[in-house]
Nanobody, 121 residues
């Protein structure tokens, strides 16, 4: 079973920075789009940022200019650099990836387990 291992969450003061990482730990055939979502208490999960295989990116309006998504295809890893963090960025952050496990397999979406980001003074 393919797993996505997230790291980098934690507690940070407003205005601070964090860098999240998400790595695919198994040998797989290919990874297409990858992304980051977040879910705050009492709210629905929402897209934060996404990146395609050829590195076209998309960002949610609240994080534009503050967050940067990137990927390292050699390491099967996606990153989210978060700067100028605000209390409203507090949420559990999840990564996802569209993966083909084998050459003849269909593409399926996989999710990480989530990492808590808390922005508070």
């Amino acid at each position: 079973q393919v797993q996505l291992m997230e790291s980098g969450g934690g507690l940070v003061q407003p205005g601070g920075s964090l860098r999240l990482s998400c790595a695919v730990t198994e040998t797989i055939f290919s990874i297409n789009a990858m992304g980051w979502y977040r879910q705050a208490p009492g709210k629905q999960r929402e897209l934060v940022a996404g990146i395609t295989l050829d590195e076209v990116t998309i960002y949610a309006d609240p994080v534009k200019g503050r967050f940067t998504i990137s990927r390292d295809n050699a390491k099967n890893t996606v990153y989210l650099q978060m700067n100028s963090l605000k209390p409203e960025d507090t949420a559990v952050y999840y990564c996802n990836a569209y993966i083909r496990q084998g050459r003849w397999d269909i593409t399926s979406v996989y999710w990480g387990q989530g990492t808590q980001v808390t922005v508070s003074s």
